[in-house]
């Protein structure tokens, strides 16, 4: 599986997006980008993922650049509830129990 | 509908020991897949399971093993108990016909080796 890279930490104002970057400039043709959260004492849910095309869903967008080398997911209107380690990885579908998680964003939600 | 469930939620074991955990994935999936989460890190990749086979393996010791059963439940053994394998252990399932790479995961057995 690829490597990503992703910010230690991040901070939003609640009511604002929250837009989380992650690099993967090694990904091969065949892998998708997945996006995780895992709030505290919590396990990991699932999000959003992606190929090529951007992608959109009740939770949030993903956008990933056209060379694929980096993408973005966003949270619309960020609130409380969002704050949370967020886990950006790259991966096939032959391989998708198979994920490979880093140390993720820790994202805090703020009043 | 029931998610992915854990049993126990936590545990304290002493080194040398043996411990099993166990987990029963959200209804109509066939496919369980284990991680170990340490504290302050990311999920690791244990185990797979399918058809009550071990499908794909992590970088782990063969003290770890496990077992599906033909309702599609897992359990998780780690044998000889080690100081570093305290850590968060996550079961996570999923439904092999489309794979899309979605898991569902627990909440987790957490478990603490003295």
């Known amino acids: 599986d690829a490597k990503t890279t992703q910010p230690t930490s991040m901070d939003c104002a609640e009511g604002r997006a929250a837009n989380l970057p992650c690099n993967h400039s090694?990904?091969?043709?065949?892998?998708?980008v997945y996006w995780y959260r895992q709030i505290h004492s919590q396990g990991p849910q699932y999000i959003i993922h992606g190929l090529k095309n951007n992608e959109t869903n009740e939770m949030a967008s993903l956008i990933i650049t056209e060379d694929r080398k980096s993408s973005t997911l966003i949270l619309p209107h960020a609130t409380l509830r969002d704050t949370a380690v967020y886990y950006c990885i790259a991966g096939d579908t032959g391989t998708a129990s198979k994920l490979t998680f880093g140390t993720g964003t820790r994202l805090q939600v703020t009043l | 509908d029931a998610g992915v469930t854990q049993s126990p939620t936590h545990l304290i074991k002493t080194r040398g020991q043996q411990v099993t955990l166990r987990c029963s994935p959200k209804s109509g999936h066939d496919t369980v897949s284990w991680y170990q989460q340490a504290l302050g890190q990311g999920p690791q990749f244990i185990f797979q399971y399918y058809e009550e086979e071990e499908r794909q393996r992590g970088n782990f010791p063969d003290r770890f093993s496990g077992h599906q059963f033909p309702n599609y439940s897992s359990e998780l053994n780690v044998n000889a108990l080690l100081l570093g394998d305290s850590a968060l252990y996550l079961c996570a399932s999923s439904l092999r016909q489309i794979n899309t790479g979605e898991l569902f995961f627990g909440e987790g057995s957490r478990l603490t080796v003295l």
């Open positions: 090694t990904i091969s043709g065949n892998e998708y």
